[in-house]
């Protein structure tokens, strides 16, 4: 770490840099039109002197296999002040985006501190694009931070690594260093802003929600909720114990305004959104049975139908899919809440649908908390679905609650009636959990 004169601060942390400089007029951060000061559209004005300078991706509709249909967005903050701050970058493919809205506020040369919060190139993809612009530039991160820039990028900046609790000064704001690591990355980190008390999260708290509206009050909130729970599934569910950790480690600091690394700015809904993170990551479930097959010839989706009726009987909420016609992000988006998980195969080569492999496979990597499963299936004449699924139910830590349920051939009218009592009985299970 460069010294610099770093100051030590007190016990909470150490004071990373002191300005004495005075401040420079804010006029020069706007856009001059007929004598007026004026802000881009493009750029979100947080509080005075903090803006969001990220771009819109409204085209990505898949992102590392996670479905996008309402696009990504990269978020990226710039805070005006005797030194001028940025905090965390964009995908490599919007830099010269990203410096166009820099420049409509200050020249980007100006940069005298980037933040890298976490090294994943949709947030820092963009560093050498800035650092080029602005050599002369402090780069604070986490220790891991340091070493995977230095192994992504190639290049030895002045970096300056930051600790929990170490604060950076730029003028009239203070900028507090919280390591959260495992959210996902072991760099991540999250920036305190301690005057407007806004927390830059990164990607705790995002969502892959394209708008031209920036904060969370300005668009349809059903909507930014249910691309937050999805965020969480496919992202986060793996980390929920480090999810409450870090809940509670953020809960001594008061936050009015949380701006994460994707989607909306929470301003008017900070606590809803925090007690949801709290229910997710403590793998709280509701009354829900997700029911997910794949057939062949029809037989494994008679029995999944009856199966249905079953659930249906015994009084619980129970939702369909065919996974051939299925997404598996919004699967595991719905699973997140649900307390059961049926799943069924034909029986192709002595072992399940290929289908059916790509899901449970995704679903290991997510290790669901606080399920109970069950599996059945239609074969020919030999099995072999149903010993593949329970063994992958096992892997992602699903805990089988009943025998598997298999049938030979198409079922009869009394295999279909077993079907229901499998169904009704699963139903009966959950409810009493």
């Not at 192994?151 to 704001?173: A, S």
């Not at 998980?341 to 059916?356: E, F, V």
Request: aromatic share 10%; proline share 4%.
């Amino acid at each position: 770490m460069v010294d610099d004169g770093l100051q030590k601060g007190p016990a909470k942390g150490r004071i990373l840099s002191v300005v004495k400089t005075p401040p420079i007029g804010l006029a020069i951060y706007y856009l001059s039109v007929k004598g007026e000061t004026v802000l881009s559209m493009h750029n979100a004005e947080l509080a005075k002197g903090i803006y969001q300078v990220g771009v819109v991706d409204w085209i990505t509709r898949d992102f590392h296999g996670y479905k996008t249909p309402r696009g990504v967005t990269y978020n990226s903050y710039l805070i005006v002040d005797e030194k001028v701050c940025l905090i965390d970058t964009v995908k490599a493919a919007f830099s010269k985006e990203l410096l166009e809205r820099v420049s409509e506020i200050i020249d980007p040369s100006k940069i005298d501190y980037v933040i890298v919060n976490h090294v994943e190139p949709d947030h820092s993809g963009s560093l050498t694009a800035v650092m080029d612009m602005a050599p002369q530039a402090k780069v604070f991160l986490t220790e891991q931070g340091r070493s995977e820039t230095l192994k992504y990028y190639g290049r030895e900046y002045d970096f300056q690594v930051v600790k929990n609790g170490d604060k950076l000064i730029l003028g009239r704001h203070t900028l507090r260093f919280v390591p959260l690591p495992m959210l996902h990355w072991p760099d991540s980190m999250a920036t305190y802003l301690e005057e407007e008390q806004i927390l830059f999260s990164n990607d705790a708290f995002g969502q892959h929600y394209s708008t031209n509206f920036k904060f969370d009050d300005e668009n349809e909130m059903s909507e930014v909720y249910y691309e937050a729970k999805k965020y969480y599934a496919n992202i986060l569910m793996p980390f929920g114990k480090l999810v409450l950790k870090a809940i509670e480690s953020l809960a001594v600091l008061p936050i009015r305004m949380i701006a994460p690394s994707h989607g909306i700015i929470w301003r008017a809904h900070v606590p809803e959104i925090v007690a949801l993170y709290k229910t997710w990551g403590a793998g709280e479930t509701e009354p829900l049975v997700l029911l997910v097959y794949d057939t062949m010839w029809g037989s494994t989706e008679a029995m999944a139908r009856k199966i249905l009726e079953g659930l249906t009987a015994g009084g619980i909420k129970a939702k369909l899919y065919r996974m051939s016609e299925a997404d598996k992000s919004e699967l595991v988006t719905e699973l997140l809440q649900a307390r059961g998980l049926i799943l069924g195969s034909s029986t192709q080569n002595n072992g399940m649908l290929a289908t059916m492999a790509g899901f449970l496979y995704y679903l290991k990597g997510l290790k669901p908390q606080n399920k109970t499963g069950a599996v059945f299936g239609a074969y020919g004449w030999a099995g072999g679905a149903q010993t593949d699924i329970e063994a992958a139910l096992k892997a992602a830590g699903i805990i089988q609650g009943s025998p598997a349920l298999t049938l030979k051939w198409s079922p009869t009218k009394e295999e279909s009636q077993r079907c229901f009592e499998f169904g009704r009985d699963f139903a009966l299970k959950m409810l009493n959990q």
